[in-house]
T-cell receptor
């Protein structure tokens, strides 16, 4: 079993829809949770990060962590075609840890 | 700041040939990482360096893979001999070591095809 599981999709939704992306994990030691966005033929870029359980909002994006269920989510409101990309979750055990464990990534397409 | 620079962007080689991928990290970043990305396995950490010293190479698939960092501004990942199953996108990333897990910057990757 992989440490981090993420449905690879693909996921296709109409413009303006609310998108929900999810990851589950098995290692309860993970405390820092990140979402990366990767456009085609580019490297991943950090979108958001959160610590422990709770919500964090940044514009149209909300990251949610439920440590009791070992489940994290990324919500995108009012989705735009420019949001079309692959979204990867990533996790680490402590703030100083440099080693990240990534999910497989979910390929998202927003249709105009 | 030019970011993390990788070369070449694309590489097509025949099975059995040696392949060398190159990376220039962001100046001042103390950590350098090599990742491999495939559809089946996603993004996998191969090896990472701190101050030019290899810290964890447990992700290197086998002895055919080797990585070096002769100085703070350059690293190579070598595959010898290459095999078709090595076909993937190889990413280099660097981090300053402060700012914790949120401070990675990835390069644009090298797309390797072994035929």
């Amino acid at each position: 079993q992989k440490e981090v599981e993420q449905d690879p999709g693909p996921l296709s939704v109409p413009e303006g829809a609310i998108v929900s992306l999810n990851c589950t994990y098995s290692n309860s030691a993970f405390q820092y949770f990140m979402w990366y966005r990767q456009y085609s033929r580019k490297g991943p870029e950090l979108l958001m990060y959160t610590y422990s359980s709770g919500n964090k909002e940044d514009g149209r994006f909300t990251a949610q962590v439920d440590k009791s269920s070992k489940y994290i989510s990324l919500f995108i409101r009012d989705s735009q075609p420019s949001d079309s990309a692959t979204y990867l979750c990533a996790m680490s055990r402590d703030w100083g840890a440099q080693k990240l464990v990534f999910g497989q990534g979910t390929r998202l397409t927003i249709n105009p | 700041d030019a970011g993390v620079i990788q070369s070449p962007r694309h590489e097509v080689t025949e099975m059995g040939q040696e392949v060398t991928l190159r990376c220039k990290p962001i100046s001042g970043h103390d950590y350098l990482f090599w990742y491999r990305q495939t559809m089946m396995r996603g993004l996998e950490l191969l090896i990472y360096f701190n101050n030019n010293v290899p810290i964890d190479d447990s992700g290197m698939p086998e002895d055919r893979f080797s990585a070096k960092m002769p100085n703070a501004s350059f690293s190579t990942l070598k595959i010898q001999p290459s095999e078709p199953r090595d076909s993937a996108v190889y990413f280099c990333a660097s981090s300053p070591g402060t700012g914790g897990s949120s401070s990675y910057t990835f390069g644009s990757g090298t797309r390797l095809t072994v035929v």
